[in-house]
């Protein structure tokens, strides 16, 4: 019986050792290569995955075939040849020791969005969400949401699964990148996949690489305050407090069920909060790395809202273009890149005015663009709802910059230079297509000063396609800001309809 029971243990151990074996021999592929998958048109695509090292491994669509022999970390990467668009389904197949088949993938235009809870807010949090559902069946439409978590290390596989736009799934989709990704769809005729790897309530620091940002001169001190504020947290302190909060909150809430009254807020587990948030470079590292070098047209990111503090506004102008850089270095590209600019938010202070200028600023990258939206967002709301419209100004921006395709405007009028000019100052615009128009009457939401700083409301006024700043009580004027607030009151416009970017021409602190 002894040596029956003994006979059975290494049969079994035997088995889980093959079972062991057969699973590391297997061909894998990341979950971005899934079924309903869209492959970039146009260009060499990257299909990659892991096998046993030198086992061969064949990678066929679209009447191509390669192949690649994994190295010895088991890693293996074809390039297919450039594909054309096509709405036709087809099979994405990998052999090696077994066979792996990606069922119903298209070939077209492919967009990543990233950023914080405004990317990852939903078609169904939107407006008018009945009428986008009604409208929501776009077969060629898909949608790819990462769904894997922070990490402290670069991860290879990550999570998720392509979705095929229809009422019925439509409302989970990022919202912006689906309105942005809906008008190119429209315009071009061509299958269109959207891949949404964001995180609500994140700050810009979490999804750059950890060593780009520590190589980074202009982030020491940055890192110095997150290295000294991380140095005042006592892990084991906040997880006892938060079990006190959670156990108090689960009695009042009884006590508040009994006598009919609202039930009370949970307590905040500010730990988990710190895990989600990844700390520096964790959301790249568990949310972005897994999605390299997956083929995509272009880039969107909307965020900032996390970074507006007085601690953290001033370094933004280094962070945007950072994480801009080092996403391309990584992609081996330079892929076209465009974010929005914060909208118009009640929040005082000059965090959202220094966030929204390094917006700005970034643009002197090549091959970038912006969303002004600072006429589109919602005094006390954070997560305004219009974001049809926020992705309609991205469109518009990827149409003309990365298609070629003619339209209106590309962007809301931008400053290009200044010259003061006896007792005003001269503004030039680009992007002013079809003339300047102050909407609603005379222009608003200047503000000028003399060489004392003392800032004073203007009048402004459009003379030849530029504008002409000044004040009485300013006779010798130095610098002029525009809709320098967080809910400013402006209306500088193309006449495309699009508003102008709040800027400054001086750089007082």
């Not at 995180?199 to 001169?217: D, H, K, L, R, Y």
């Not at 006190?244 to 809430?253: G, H, I, L, M, S």
Request: proline fraction near 6%; hydrophobic fraction near 40%.
């Amino acid at each position: 019986m002894k040596s029956s029971a003994v006979l059975r243990s290494l049969a079994f151990a035997g088995l889980a050792i093959s079972s062991q074996l057969a699973a590391h021999a297997d061909v894998r592929l990341p979950a971005i290569f899934s079924d309903h998958a869209v492959l970039l048109s146009g260009a060499a695509v990257p299909v990659w995955g892991w096998a046993d090292a030198g086992e061969k491994v064949e990678v066929s669509f679209a009447g191509q075939t390669k192949s690649a022999t994994p190295g010895a970390d088991g890693k293996w990467m074809v390039k297919l040849d450039s594909l054309k668009a096509d709405a036709k389904p087809q099979e994405l197949t990998v052999k090696g020791k077994n066979t792996v088949t990606v069922k119903d993938v298209l070939v077209g235009e492919v967009w990543l969005g990233s950023g914080q809870s405004n990317m990852a807010m939903k078609v169904s949090a939107a407006m008018d969400f009945e009428k986008e559902q009604a409208a929501g069946n776009l077969p060629l439409v898909r949608m790819f949401t990462e769904a894997s978590f922070a990490s402290d290390k670069a991860e290879a596989q990550g999570k998720g699964t392509w979705v095929v736009c229809s009422p019925e799934t439509v409302g989970t989709f990022s919202a912006t990148l689906f309105f942005c990704g809906r008008e190119i769809h429209k315009t071009l005729g061509v299958p269109t996949g959207l891949i949404n790897s964001s995180v609500g309530g994140t700050p810009i620091e979490s999804w750059i690489a950890p060593e780009a940002q520590a190589a980074s001169a202009e982030l020491k001190a940055f890192f110095e305050s997150v290295k000294q504020a991380e140095g005042k947290v006592n892990i084991e302190a906040e997880k006892a407090l938060y079990e006190k909060q959670r156990a108090k909150w689960v009695e009042d809430v009884k006590t508040a069920k009994a006598e009919g009254k609202r039930l009370p807020r949970a307590p905040r587990n500010s730990v988990k909060l710190r895990e989600r948030k990844g700390n520096v470079g964790g959301l790249f590292n568990g949310k972005i790395a897994p999605l390299i070098p997956y083929a995509v047209r272009g880039m969107l990111w909307y965020q900032g809202e996390a970074n507006t503090t007085d601690a953290k506004a001033p370094f933004y102008q280094h962070q945007l273009p950072l994480l801009v850089n080092d996403w391309r270095k990584r992609w081996g590209s330079e892929i076209p890149f465009a974010w929005v600019q914060l909208p118009n938010f009640t929040c005082p202070g000059e965090g959202w005015p220094l966030v929204r200028e390094a917006m700005l600023k970034t643009l002197k990258l090549p091959k970038t663009g912006m969303a002004i939206t600072i006429d589109i967002g919602e005094q006390k709301n954070i997560h305004p709802k219009n974001k049809q419209e926020v992705g309609r100004r991205l469109s518009l921006w990827a149409l003309s910059s990365v298609y070629g395709k003619k339209v209106e405007s590309a962007s809301g009028p931008l400053p290009a230079g200044h010259e003061v000019k006896g007792d005003s100052i001269q503004l030039k615009f680009s992007h002013a297509d079809g003339g300047l128009a102050a909407k609603g009457g005379e222009l608003k939401g200047f503000t000028i000063a003399g060489e004392d700083k003392q800032w004073k409301p203007a009048v402004a006024k459009i003379e030849d396609g530029n504008v002409i700043v000044s004040s009485a009580d300013v006779k010798k004027p130095v610098a002029v800001r525009y809709a320098w607030q967080d809910w400013p009151e402006c209306n500088l416009y193309n006449g495309a309809g699009l508003p102008a970017s709040p800027f400054r021409t001086d750089d007082w602190k």
